[in-house]
């Protein structure tokens, strides 16, 4: 069966450190790949993809991640945190399979303190 | 650019009461979704369409719910006869595209059922 796994509820870290926040899948195939973020009272926002290519790809707000093949995995990361990314972010993998079903992680709350 | 738009934001029903929500995507997306959002859980698909065709209901609880794209724009989810596990968020979102594209997403409708 297909799967995401976020294996840290919570992540926390102080602000000016690197942030990394873990996605692992179960996929058959090559998925795309994707990073969401849930801000309170805010709805999902997109904030990078990978498709092919280059295994390190940049998206919104500084947030980067790199995509491991031989471990299946697509963890997010920032060189300098900020209390403003603490937020909620889901993982999500889509089949390339007929349909391009998206299938999300159940979310890390990531904590930037002061 | 004007983004997904969804309505009601909240509804509050007993069980076995009927519910439907409504969303307008992104002018131009060919690909909606419809999502249910439990508290401390991912969004778990429920439904997917390609214009006005389902690509994946595989999710939905067909004895309850349904779901409707009309005319390839809004859509509308209903729930009839909604239970206590039905308390959520639902939300839509659109894509321009189905595959590597990503997901724009509304603010949600926060559903309870007493």
């Known amino acids: 069966a297909q799967s995401v796994a976020q294996p840290e509820d919570q992540v926390n870290v102080a602000e000016g450190n690197p942030l990394t926040v873990k996605c692992t899948y179960s996929?058959?195939?090559?998925?795309?790949l994707f990073w969401y973020v849930q801000y309170p009272n805010r709805g999902l926002q997109f904030l990078l993809k990978y498709i092919t290519g280059d295994n390190l790809v940049k998206g919104s707000y500084g947030f980067e991640a790199e995509f491991n093949k031989s471990q299946t995995s697509f963890h997010l990361k920032k060189p300098s945190a900020l209390v403003s990314d603490s937020a909620l972010y889901f993982c999500?993998?889509?089949?390339?399979?007929?349909?391009?079903?998206?299938?999300f992680g159940a979310g890390t709350r990531l904590f930037v303190k002061a | 650019e004007a983004g997904v738009a969804q309505s009601p934001r909240y509804k509050i029903i007993e069980k076995r009461q009927s519910v439907a929500f409504w969303c307008n995507p992104i002018s131009g997306h060919a690909t909606l979704y419809w999502y249910q959002q439990i508290l401390g859980q991912g969004p778990k698909l429920l439904i997917q369409f390609q214009n006005n065709g389902v690509v994946d209901d595989s999710q939905l609880p067909k004895d309850r719910f349904s779901a409707e794209r009309l005319k390839g724009v809004d859509s509308t989810l209903k729930i009839q006869p909604a239970k206590l596990e039905d308390s959520a968020v639902y939300l839509c979102a659109s894509s321009l595209d189905g595959g590597s594209y990503e997901q724009y997403f509304g603010p949600g409708t926060r559903l309870t059922v007493t």
């Open positions: 996929v058959s195939g090559n998925p795309y």
């Open positions: 999500a993998v889509r089949d390339r399979g007929g349909g391009f079903k998206t299938i």
